[in-house]
């Protein structure tokens, strides 16, 4: 599985927060074993379009995030 497939779907979709849970899961019903499913976790997050918050996935807009918001998910 692609790191930019995953982004991409993220954005058309309109999905900006996706539970790393609910990620795992679809890899692993993609065939994908957990080695690989961590190492597309690893590299999603590398790209620096994604961001882990606590236990979800953020999609970031090109914007810095305000403090607000990461108290606001950090809850």
Do not use: Q, W
């Not at 497939?5 to 993220?10: E, F, G, L, V, Y």
């Not at 961590?38 to 953020?58: A, F, Q, S, Y």
């Amino acid at each position: 599985m692609n790191k930019t497939n995953i982004i991409s779907a993220m954005r058309i979709s309109g999905v900006k927060i996706l539970p790393e849970g609910y990620l795992y899961s679809m890899l692993f019903k993609h065939g994908l074993g957990p080695e690989d499913a961590t190492r597309v976790v690893i590299d999603l997050l590398d790209t620096g379009e994604v961001e882990r918050i606590n236990c979800v996935l953020v999609l970031r807009d090109g914007k810095k995030d305000s403090i607000r918001s990461r108290a606001v998910c950090n809850r």
